[in-house]
């Protein structure tokens, strides 16, 4: 596609963005209840798309996992437009108001961000998931997916333009990029015809994103994720919740890549960790730990860690394990490798749970409990349009209350300001 056409389409979902926030609650069910039937009834289109990209990937590739979908995920990205289709509308919420001594009334009301785009890899149903969001909290939409699920996002893109045809929306309120990279180049240099681009991904992607865009960001995605057995946590707690952490699904943001513990409890870490030999999860282990394993643990999965296996997200059947003396040193090491996504912590003193809280900087931290719930349907919020690891604007899994802004509106009876 050329250069003057992307830019076209872009102008066009700029100008859409301003109508559609006026779409009255009924209209947008109605497109979100559609788009969940076309997904249903389109399965088979989809998951034949899908096939001709699974096709092109290893399967051993840890991102085959999101790449790939089958009838049960369908079902579920279906389900999820109709949770978000259910939610409150984040629109048009007082959010302050008050009278000055003039007599002025201020009011500070939600609305919508404008365009957003956002750009990802793998997960086709991002695709869907990004525009049931957007649509919902009145914004336009720009996706760009990446070139292995092109196949996919080409068909799942056809029902959310189907949908909005049958409700008598425009389909230019939503775009999807060309997946050739120089497509990003053009998004990211689009200057007030993209409002915010979020960039879902590796470290790798978030990096590049961060490096050339000229429009705002806001980061999400990469998760080096750690779990600390603290001296004083419970035993059968923390062998479930590393399992879960680490096996629950691999290729995802919130696994667990760094198990800490602390040396007290070292003569209890082969038992902690016997299940994951049930998932082939391959231990790089640091000299005090690989001490205690080497006798117990499937030698063909444990090896010596090196220095930069601490702060690797692995996305893959892969653990590290770090051995402390201190909670304070287990927070160091926190703090030193952490991307500020999800830590957690394992232990039955309040004083070391209140420790960790308040001295660990992440957008979610744990007291006894799998990493693996960072994520925005399990906060309760629907479907999410990604994990935010940065402070300004959203942090932690962004929702619907995430894809809106404020404006301040003003009601007067002729006041003028003196000079």
């Known amino acids: 596609m050329k250069e003057e056409e992307i830019i076209d389409s872009l102008k066009k979902v700029k100008k859409r963005s301003g109508e559609i926030k006026g779409l009255s609650p009924t209209t947008q069910t109605a497109v979100l209840k559609t788009l969940a039937q076309e997904l249903r009834s389109n399965r088979e289109l989809i998951l034949q798309a899908n096939k001709k990209d699974c096709d092109l990937m290893d399967p051993s590739d840890p991102r085959y996992d999101r790449l790939l979908l089958n009838k049960e995920r369908i079902e579920a990205i279906a389900k999820d437009v109709e949770t978000v289709m259910n939610l409150p509308s984040p629109l048009h919420h007082i959010l302050e108001e008050r009278r000055l001594p003039n007599g002025l009334l201020l009011q500070r009301i939600s609305v919508p961000l404008g365009v957003v785009a956002v750009i990802y890899e793998s997960r086709p149903n991002v695709t869907v998931d990004v525009f049931s969001l957007c649509f919902k909290a009145g914004n336009g939409c720009v996706v760009k997916g990446g070139k292995e699920a092109s196949h996919s996002n080409q068909a799942l893109s056809a029902c959310i333009h ?19 990279r ?3 180049s053009l998004l ?28 705002p960001i806001i980061e999400t995605g990469a998760g080096i994720v750690h779990t600390y057995f603290d001296k004083e ?18 290729s995802v943001c919130n696994a667990l890549d760094t198990l800490i513990i602390h040396s007290a409890r070292l003569k209890e870490l082969s038992e902690l960790v016997k299940p994951l030999q049930e998932k082939s999860v391959l231990l790089w282990a640091d000299k005090r730990s690989y001490d205690v394993l080497c006798s117990h643990y499937d030698a063909s999965y444990l090896k010596q860690a090196t220095p930069e296996v601490f702060g690797r997200e ?16 287990a927070v160091e090491h926190i703090q030193q490798y952490t991307s500020g996504h999800s830590e957690a912590i394992v232990t039955e003193s309040k004083r070391a749970a209140d420790f960790f809280i308040n001295h660990v900087d992440a957008a979610v931290v744990y007291v006894n409990a799998s990493t693996a719930f960072t994520d925005g349907a399990q906060f309760g919020l629907g479907a999410e349009i990604g994990i935010s690891t940065q402070k ?7 929702a619907l209350d995430a894809l809106t802004s ?9 006041q003028i300001r003196p000079a």
């Open 314 to 329: 692995f996305l893959s059947h892969q653990l590290a394990i770090k051995t402390v003396d201190s909670l304070e040193e």
């Open 188 to 215: 990211l240099n689009a200057i007030h015809l993209v409002d915010v681009c979020i960039p879902r991904g590796s470290q790798s992607l978030i990096n590049a994103v961060r490096k050339e865009a000229k429009i």
């Open 406 to 414: 404020y404006q301040w509106v003003i009601h007067g009876d002729g």
């Open 392 to 398: 300004l604007h959203a942090r932690g899994p962004m």
């Open 182 to 184: 120089a497509s990003t």
């Open 162 to 180: 189907e949908a909005l045809k049958k409700e008598g929306v425009s389909p230019e309120v939503f775009y999807a990029l060309p997946s050739e």
């Open 233 to 250: 946590g419970d035993f059968k707690k923390g062998q479930n919740i590393i399992f879960n952490a680490k096996t629950r699904r691999v």
